[in-house]
Nanobody, 127 residues
């Protein structure tokens, strides 16, 4: 049973930086392709960033490109989302997601491709 636990959310001011973490238990972490998604109040869940199984491929949503960096640490079974220049529009519950892949080297933006999801961590940005 794979479990994902996010942390690092909180209340920040516009322009601040924040790093979200997601740690996994169960499964073989090195086989996971990982993603971050977010859902603002009253809106659908949307893609933020993804990283391939090997870490060599990353994918970012246009809305966060240049302000966000996704990374992973297989030894710690963790994936991170470093966010900077936060805007009120970035406020949302942030979820990490994982899928076990064998051959794929991709970093999918499609939430339906992911099997495992965390419970989310709230990010609030004040203007």
């Amino acid at each position: 049973q794979v479990q994902l636990v996010e942390s690092g959310g909180g209340l920040v001011q516009a322009g601040d930086s924040l790093r979200l973490s997601c740690t996994a238990s169960g499964g073989t972490f090195s086989r996971f392709s990982l993603g971050w998604f977010r859902q603002a109040s009253g809106k659908e869940r949307e893609f933020v960033a993804a990283i391939s199984r090997g870490g060599g491929v990353t994918n970012y949503a246009d809305a966060v490109e240049g302000r966000v960096t996704i990374s992973r640490d297989n030894d710690k079974k963790a994936v991170y989302l470093q966010m900077s220049s936060l805007e009120p529009e970035d406020a949302a519950v942030y979820y990490c997601a994982a899928r076990s892949v064998i051959l794929s080297t991709g970093a999918s933006a499609n939430p339906h491709d992911y099997t495992y999801w965390g419970q989310g961590t709230q990010v609030t940005v004040s203007s």
